[in-house]
């Protein structure tokens, strides 16, 4: 079975500065995705951005960046010029692109973004 | 906002009594997908349906069961109560099978005392 490992819990950066987030994950799947979803205090989770397994270059999404490495199953996430609005827990997640994503989405154990004044 | 709705938004049962949570889809998302977040962790997936049939199911027991209408509502259903379902249930939703994107409604936090 797959798992998601975010190895920070809790990560704090100062406003307009840069924050990676970690996650690991294990499969043994060729072929799947890559997600990383916001979840602010309202609960209602965000996706930031996704990349398919099979495209080599990183997603990008305006201050959102991935570094994935696929040869050593990581994902990391990228915040540039950090704003308060960003504070939020971060989940990543993984779906295999067998099985028509019946599987749903495996999440990590999210990382606590804190970002200061 | 995105467009999915969750009700109640809060909840409080005794261990063995039965609860149903409802999920309101965007129209046009024939694929809804149920995740159950224990406090200080990430969601796990409990099931998917698509087009009103269950066709992916997580590691859950029986008693946790659904629905889906056609008219972009489903329910999720949790039989005899246990103070481990305590938890926030998320609903999501997406215009197809691969869930290439799903939105995710705001949950309904559940409280088994």
């Known amino acids: 079975a797959q798992t998601v490992t975010q190895s920070q819990p809790e990560m704090s950066v100062q406003e307009a500065e840069t924050v990676t987030l970690s996650c690991t994950y294990d499969?043994?799947?060729?072929?799947?995705?890559l997600f990383w979803y916001k979840q602010p205090p309202s609960r209602q989770m965000i996706l930031v951005i996704r990349?398919?397994?099979?495209?080599?270059q990183n997603a990008t999404e305006n201050r959102f960046s991935v570094n994935f490495q696929k040869a050593a199953k990581s994902f990391s996430l990228k915040i540039s010029d950090s704003q308060l609005g960003d504070a939020a827990m971060y989940f990543c997640a993984y779906r295999a692109y067998s099985g028509g994503g019946a599987d749903g989405l495996t999440f990590g154990k999210g990382t606590h973004l804190i970002i200061q004044p | 906002e995105t467009g999915v709705t969750q009700s109640p938004t809060h909840l409080i049962k005794t261990r063995g009594q039965q609860v149903t949570l409802r999920c309101s889809s965007q129209s046009g998302h024939n694929t809804v997908s149920w995740y159950q977040q224990a406090l200080g962790q990430g969601p796990q997936f409990i099931f998917q349906?698509?087009?009103?049939?269950?066709?992916g199911r997580g590691n859950f027991p029986p008693r946790f069961s659904g629905l889906q209408f056609p008219n972009y509502s489903s329910e999720l259903n949790v039989n005899a109560l246990e103070l481990d379902d305590s938890a926030l249930y998320l609903c999501?939703?997406?215009?197809?099978?691969?869930?290439?994107?799903?939105?995710f409604g705001p949950g309904t936090r559940l409280t088994v005392l």
């Open positions: 999501a939703s997406s215009t197809d099978m691969l869930l290439n994107e799903q939105f």
């Open positions: 499969t043994s799947e060729s072929d799947y995705y």
């Open positions: 990349q398919e397994a099979y495209k080599q």
């Open positions: 349906y698509y087009r009103e049939e269950e066709n």
